[in-house]
């Protein structure tokens, strides 16, 4: 299957410090990206999709402004969280997709942790 | 809203034993489901899925058969073996994109 990558795997941030995940897809053109958000023991979440070149469209409760998220071309895609704080220490994931109704290839995750 | 409900892990078996997980879901329309697994330091990769009723999806002696009347997709595998080891998540898609996943399962599978 097609291969994505997340970097960094792990990030330990202070309070209030802005933070940025790379994700991308490194054999095929990705025009569709979603980041997810996974809770311990818990399902992982949608938090936006973004199509190659436009605004990422967020699902409810997620703040935008917040997160921010930026595909400016066919194979990255980046998740920043804005002024982190520790309620946003979480495990992000990433998936990449060649278009609509294709499958999702998954990246290994971004474990973040604000301290 | 959609929901995907699976059962809790972790779930320990010994090499060769007979494995299910059960997965149960909640949507409107006719979703198209999936299971995925991770294994350790690894992203989610699909492992089956099934788009109708009566659907059966299979990989690797793995496989889930889609019932829309118990709304059910639950996995199974007749001998499992140690390097089946990982979580495996059920999901749902009633769109093109979007999926809808369980809180995942754990295994481990002993010598």
């Known amino acids: 299957g097609a291969v994505v990558s997340q970097h960094p795997s792990w990030v330990i941030c202070k309070s209030g410090t802005s933070v940025k995940i790379e994700c991308r897809s490194l054999?095929?053109?990705?025009?569709?990206m979603f980041w997810y958000r996974q809770f311990p023991k818990q399902s992982l979440m949608l938090m936006a999709t973004?199509?190659?070149?436009?605004?990422?469209?967020?699902e409810q409760g997620v703040e935008k402004d917040k997160f921010l998220i930026n595909h400016a071309s066919l194979t990255l895609s980046t998740l920043t969280v804005t002024s982190a704080h520790p309620e946003d220490s979480s495990f992000y994931i990433c998936?990449?997709?060649?278009?609509?109704?294709?499958?999702?290839?998954f990246g290994p995750g971004t474990r973040l942790t604000v301290l | 809203g959609n929901s995907v409900t699976q059962m809790e892990g972790p779930v320990t078996l010994s090499e060769e034993a007979f494995l299910t997980i059960n997965c149960t879901y909640t949507?409107?329309?006719?979703?198209?489901l999936f299971w995925y697994v991770q294994y350790p330091g690894e992203g989610l990769q699909l492992l089956l899925k099934a788009t109708k009723a009566d659907d059966k999806g299979s990989n690797k002696g793995f496989e889930a058969t889609y019932r829309k009347e118990t709304t059910s997709f639950h996995l199974e595998k007749g001998s499992v073996q140690v390097s089946d080891s990982a979580v495996y998540f059920c999901a749902l898609s009633d769109t093109a994109s979007k999926l809808t996943f369980g809180t995942g399962t754990r295994l481990q599978v002993t010598l």
């Open positions: 054999d095929f053109q990705a025009t569709t």
């Open positions: 973004s199509n190659e070149g436009s605004k990422a469209t967020y």
């Open positions: 949507a409107t329309g006719y979703p198209s």
């Open positions: 998936s990449a997709s060649g278009g609509a109704g294709n499958e999702q290839f």
